[in-house]
């Protein structure tokens, strides 16, 4: 059974950093793709970025682009997403997802909260 | 970037009945980049179908079709759990971009 267990999410200041884990485990990790989606509170999907199995080629949305990075450690099976200069539109759930352009299995989410 | 537009907003309907959900594309898009979630309340989103096939585990009331701009969902016999919300993604250009959803309610 895939699973993707995400971590990390908390409330932080405008401005400030935060790290988001996704331990993946039931496939083999380092042959998939995966991606950050977000969900904003009552809000629909936004891709965030996505990043290629092996890890070389990474992807994001114009929203995120400078400020946030993906990457992944094929030796403990976990995606990450370093998130910089936060502003508070970057609230939301986020989303690991196996995948991408496409999102085929979801973790149950991280809350990231940007407020003063 | 490609603008998709999901109609109804809110579609109410009985158990049992069939569901036909719409999703609006601003310029063409291959079938085959087409992609339909489902999101239970408080949960994450599942991916339901893409293009004419469904994923893994997906019953078989729900069917994907449609092509170039005007793709449809459809639901062909409403079970409890389905009343909950909806959205297309398209794949074809990057970024993929998601509709905004539809909800279907219990009328």
């Known amino acids: 059974e895939i699973q993707l267990l995400e971590s990390g999410g908390g409330l932080v200041r405008p401005g400030g950093s935060l790290r988001l884990s996704c331990a993946a485990s039931?496939?083999?990790?380092?042959?998939?793709?995966m991606s950050w989606v977000r969900q904003a509170p009552g809000k629909g999907l936004e891709w965030v970025s996505g990043i290629s199995g092996p890890g070389g080629t990474t992807y994001y949305a114009d929203s995120v682009k400078g400020r946030f990075t993906i990457s992944r450690e094929t030796s403990k099976s976990t995606l990450y997403l370093q998130m910089n200069s936060l502003r508070a539109e970057d609230t939301a759930v986020y989303y690991c997802?196996?995948?991408?352009?496409?999102?085929?299995?979801w973790g149950q989410g991280a809350l990231v909260t940007v407020s003063a | 970037e490609i603008v998709l537009t999901q109609s109804p907003g809110t579609l109410s309907l009985s158990p049992g009945e069939r569901a036909t959900l719409s999703c609006r594309a601003s310029q063409s898009v291959s079938s085959s980049y087409l992609a339909w979630y489902q999101q239970k309340p408080g949960q994450a989103p599942r991916l339901l179908t893409y293009g004419a096939s469904r994923a893994t585990g997906i019953p078989d009331r729900f069917s994907g079709s449609g092509s170039g701009t005007d793709f449809t969902l459809t639901i062909r016999r409403l079970e409890p759990e389905d009343f909950v919300v909806y959205y297309c993604?398209?794949?074809?250009?990057?970024?993929?971009?998601f509709g905004q959803g539809t909800k279907v309610e219990i009328k």
């Open positions: 993604q398209q794949y074809v250009t990057s970024p993929g971009t």
């Open positions: 039931g496939f083999t990790f380092d042959t998939y793709a």
């Open positions: 997802a196996c995948g991408y352009p496409r999102f085929d299995y």
